[in-house]
């Protein structure tokens, strides 16, 4: 590792509907919080007050810069229905130089000093 703070990363978050993973998706977008956001159905396992639980749930994968990961999940934190919801940064290490540029490109939000 080279020590350097990743420029791009991942965030991802679950809910329980897709009128839910489409308000986040396009409040994030609409605040340039992230380039691209993509909304899959999955059934999630898990454990919760002592019991287990198999849900249908959305899961939604943001790609966003590392800079904003903070902004991005207190937005997610807005407008999620769960006590706790996952929130999950996976940073970028690498990838395709025009397709990070455009992600630069579509997250700039006015600042110069980015």
Request: charged share 25%; net charge negative.
């Amino acid at each position: 590792m080279s020590g350097k703070e990743p420029k791009f990363c991942v965030i991802q978050t679950t809910i329980d509907s897709e009128a839910g993973a489409e308000r986040i998706a396009r409040a994030l977008l609409a605040a340039k919080l992230a380039a691209c956001v993509q909304i899959f159905p999955i059934r999630s396992f898990y454990v919760w007050d002592g019991e287990t639980r198999a849900e249908p749930e959305f899961l939604v994968q943001s790609k966003a810069r590392a800079a904003d990961y903070d902004a991005l999940a207190a937005a997610i934190r807005a407008a999620h229905p769960y006590e706790t919801p996952e929130i999950l940064r996976l940073d970028v290490s690498a990838g395709d130089p025009a397709y990070l540029d455009w992600a630069a490109r579509a997250t700039t939000r006015g600042d110069a000093g980015r």
